[in-house]
Each structure stands twice: as C-alpha cells, then as structure tokens.
C-alpha cells in the first residue's frame, strides 16, 4: 500500500484543496449513516468536524481516507480521486482512529520499527525514525516499555507517532484527544499545531467544543448524516446572536442607575440578576464599551468587573441542531468555553 518514504507520492499540481467532497453517502441497512456530506478543506490548515456520537463523523473520515467505499457522491484528496486513485490518495494520508492500533504486547520502539518498515523503510533507517518520532513525543524515556503498561495519554501519543512515519501531507485525527486528561489534552493540541506549521493538513473529528474552538480555522457541524453548519468558530458564533455585556457594580446602590445608562447608551434592554449587582445586556456593537464607561464615570458609577461574552460553541450546537439541554448531547466532556474580551 505504501511506497518508499523517500519515493513518497506529491500533491498534484498546485491543488489548494486538500479534501473535496460532495454528496457523500453511506447506508448500513435502513441506517443512512452519511446523509450527503460536503467537506472542503483548503491546504494548510485545521478543519474541525464536530458532532455528537452517531452523526457520522468516522463515517466520514472512513470514505475520505478510502477504508469504506461510498455509496452514493464523490471525494478527492489533492485532486485525486478516492475511488479511482486509492492508492496514490493512501501515499498522501495518514489516520490516526479513536483507538490505537498499535501492538500493546511490543514496546513502544518496536511498535514504530514495524510500521516504518511496513512504510518501505530500511532496517537501519526505521530505528532512526522511530527514535526521532519517540523524542517528538516525549516518549524516549519509555522507548523499551511494553504498550500494556503505558497511560492513556502515552498511547495516543504513539498512535499519533506512527501516522506520521511516512510524514503525509493531509492527516486525519478521529477524536484523538478523547478520554485523555487536561495536561495531556494541551501536550496533543500543540503537537496538532506544530504538523500545521511544517506543512501538513488536519482534519479533526471531535466531541470537545474547546477543541475545535482551540485548534479549527474551520468548523462542520455534522448531525444526522448531515453537515448543518459551516465556517469559522466566530462565524457560526455570530450565527446564533450577539454578543452580551456583563456589568459589576462596586456599589449596589448604583445598579439601577447603571441599568438606565446601559440601556441609553446601547439601545437594548438590559437586566439585573438576583444578587443586585450584575448586569447583562445584548451588545451587537464592541465599539460603544468606549462611550458606555464615559458615561458612567460621567455619573460617578462605579464598575468592579466588565467583561464582553460572545455565544459559546455550546450554545451554537444545541441552537443549530435544535438539541435540548435536558440530556448532554456531546456527553460529559462537553467544556463550554466562554471568550472573556475585557476585564476592568
């Protein structure tokens, strides 16, 4: 399947595209699984693939990286086709599942001499690289361990490792972060970043909304087979509302007179809650945070904390795919993470 690492197979052309499909569909009896799936990736970049369990995503990135032929639609990679091109697509790729699919019985060296030298790559030449790509992913302290006894977080680690032995242009990550914790999540996403950096592309599947808020340049958000939602994480956050503005206020006593200058200066309704000292308020426009703080030192009001709130990724996947909040739909991992513009 794989040729030579120094024989490897290039990009045709100068194609900006590095996933293109349209209409993509895959039924497992009377369940549509993929429901018409359009995807493109532009080169160089991290295009994030969010949803709940179910919705499709590994689906997806079966089809694309041509381990589940299609039923209906079609799908190139650089401008090769997948069906027709398979082979030159599987030169280009790496896939990196949900579940390593690394030897637990072996060592972590052994592991990476195997596949290089399933990659085509001399004796010699596969050690070296797998000492390189074991201090990429600080596991050169565990090089001689056997898998059984390694962490969570280390075999991910390993499972990303050995994608990367034939260094491919495009790379698929099917939630490559879940069940590890916080710190080995933060090890991972710098790791996506740096393949970024030295010229690879990512497409990410996740149920983490800080995840593809942390890492996408671009977002899909797949439910039901279908892609329901596509851009930038401040496009679809701007998709479900406005901005809103939070207000502490230092002296209780203002918050009224506070509430009337919000209200005069913004033009929207603004409310107080139980405890009497904040203040929320729709804000479509940035600028007027200028011209709302003149006007309450101007009314001697004094402020204890101010902070701009855009929509979480949370609020946009139960609005677009009209979820309810009553059952997590994106389970226990779900970190609603809300962007903090400015704190007096």
Do not use: C
């Not at 596991?139 to 977080?153: H, I, V």
């Not at 491919?168 to 879940?178: G, M, N, R």
């Not at 009553?326 to 991992?333: R, S």
């Amino acid at each position: 399947m794989a040729q030579r690492a120094n024989e490897k197979t290039q990009p045709a052309g100068t194609n900006e595209w590095a996933v293109e499909a349209s209409g993509l569909v895959k039924t497992f009896g009377d369940n549509r699984a993929v429901d018409g799936v359009d995807l493109k990736v532009k080169a160089g970049t991290i295009y994030g693939v969010l949803g709940p369990n179910g919705a499709g995503k590994t689906t997806t990135i079966r089809m694309l990286a041509t381990l589940l032929r299609a039923d209906g639609g079609s799908a190139r990679i650089f401008g090769y086709d997948v069906a027709k091109d398979s082979h030159i697509v599987r030169q280009l790729i790496g896939v990196t599942g949900q579940y390593a699919s690394v030897d637990e019985n072996l060592s972590a060296t052994e592991n990476l001499v195997i596949f290089s030298r399933l990659h085509g790559l001399g004796r010699a030449e596969s050690k070296r690289k797998a000492a390189d790509l074991l201090e990429e992913f600080g596991l050169t302290e565990a090089a001689k361990r056997p898998l059984k006894n390694f962490s969570g977080g280390m075999r991910r680690r390993l499972d990303l490792a050995a994608s990367l032995i034939s260094q491919p242009p495009l790379i698929f990550l099917d939630e490559p972060t879940t069940g590890l914790d916080p710190r080995t999540r933060a090890q991972m996403w710098e790791t996506i970043r740096r393949l970024v950096k030295t010229g690879s592309t990512v497409l990410l599947t996740t149920q983490y909304l800080d995840e593809a808020d942390q890492l996408a340049d671009r977002v899909a958000v797949i439910d039901r087979g279908r892609v329901v939602a596509e851009g930038t994480v401040n496009e679809l956050k701007s998709s479900v509302g406005t901005s809103s503005l939070h207000l502490n206020i230092a002296n209780p006593a203002d918050t009224e007179a506070a509430r009337r200058t919000v209200e005069q200066v913004l033009k929207s309704k603004a409310s107080i809650t139980a405890e009497a000292r904040t203040i929320t308020a729709p804000m479509a426009d940035a600028d007027k945070v200028t011209d709302l703080l003149i006007a309450l030192r101007a009314a001697g009001i004094q402020l204890s904390e101010l902070s701009v709130q855009k929509p979480t990724l949370d609020e946009v996947f139960l609005t677009i795919t009209g979820q309810g909040t009553g059952k997590n739909v994106m389970q226990e991992n779900v970190y609603a993470k809300k962007e903090e513009v400015a704190t007096v």
